[in-house]
């Protein structure tokens, strides 16, 4: 594995006496198989920013092809959505976006803990909305993008050729798309997060094509400092500097829930992410943004500010 850009952020050297490994799982939730998916033991996660309920035990390595089979996986969208629907607030594209392709595994082979992502779509009256256009994009372990985008988004200069961690899928008739992709890295300034992009039709790659909502989605703190602790494919690049509470996007939220992924634990380590997402109908303007730091409400072009210390171009804010 390459090394991180020294003007990144330095990657301290590996622990020679790590931590003993996180208590074991707390037992096992079995769900129900719904909607072609199968039953299996795993450990929940709540969504709130602080949870006594984060998955325990170590996290595999291997990247996407650890995953198997879609079957393998619960159903985490049983619970009705009724009375619960909330919009899914605008956030910046940022600086790192550029064209995905269509695809389920959008790892391109990098390494990373196997994840497995469950996006659910819905309008306004909590329906599924299928044949919506699903995005995703997201660093690799490094805290890297790939493409032709901004220069300090990227970590190796051969990644301008490249496209991992980006792709989009089309919802079925439940709303659902799937991904296999890995953990993602972080950079200074953010906390751990994926982008997201919504759009009904056709999918169109331009940064300010029509869409639904453009989000993120990001992980517990406690989960973010265990992974960085104790997984020797990322304890090498130390802690991450931002948490959710000063993050540059979401800081400014009282309530992180919406913005933060149910997070679960398969019991041979393989992560399991999911989140349902309430959106608008085409053509409607945007109804919320994301509170930012400082207040700041940052929409598609409007970049929130760098936390104001002394940074190379390629440790900038990324969004």
């Known amino acids: ?46 969504t709130p920013q602080t949870s006594s309920l984060l ?8 990247g996407t092809a650890r995953i198997g089979a879609a079957s393998r996986f619960p159903n985490p969208f049983i619970a009705s959505l009724e009375g619960a629907c909330r919009l899914a607030c605008e956030t910046t594209i940022g600086p790192c976006h550029t064209a995905s392709p269509e695809r389920v595994d959008i790892s391109d082979g990098w390494d990373g803990i196997p994840l497995r992502l469950a996006l659910r779509i819905v309008d ?18 490094t805290g890297g993008y790939s493409g032709r985008i901004a220069r300090m ?28 992709s890995c953990y993602p890295g972080w950079y200074r300034g ?51 500097d931002t948490r959710l509470d000063n993050d540059n996007v ?22 399991f992410a999911h989140k349902t997402l309430v959106i608008q109908g085409s053509g409607q303007a945007t109804a919320c943004s994301v509170q930012g730091l400082r207040g700041m409400r940052p929409g598609p072009g409007n970049r929130p500010p760098p936390d104001g210390s002394p940074r190379t171009p390629l440790s900038n804010y990324r969004g």
């Not at 979401?250 to 992560?271: A, C, F, S």
Request: charged residues 20%; aromatic residues 8%.
């Open 1 to 46: 594995m390459r090394k991180l850009d020294s003007r990144e952020h330095a990657a301290p050297a590996p622990q020679t006496n790590r931590r003993a490994l996180l208590r074991m799982a707390i037992g096992g939730l079995l769900l129900t198989p719904v909607l072609g998916y199968g039953t299996r033991s795993l450990v929940s996660s709540s």
């Open 190 to 240: 953010r906390a751990v997060h994926i982008h997201l992009r919504v759009q009904l039709g056709d999918y169109v790659a331009a940064d300010r094509a029509p869409s639904s909502v453009t989000t993120q989605l990001l992980f517990a703190d406690e989960l973010n400092t265990a992974i960085f602790t104790e997984h020797p494919l990322y304890q090498g690049y130390g802690q991450p």
């Open 55 to 62: 998955p325990t035990g170590p996290w595999a390595g291997g």
């Open 153 to 180: 988004c990227n970590n190796d200069p051969a990644d301008v050729e490249k496209q991992f961690f980006r792709g989009y899928q089309c919802t079925d008739a439940q709303g659902i798309a799937h991904f296999n």
């Open 250 to 271: 979401v800081g400014g939220e009282p309530d992180k829930t919406p913005y933060i992924l149910d997070v679960q634990r398969m019991d041979d380590g393989v992560m």
């Open 124 to 141: 306004e009256q909590c329906r599924p909305m299928p044949n919506a256009v699903v995005e995703i994009w997201h660093t690799n372990l």
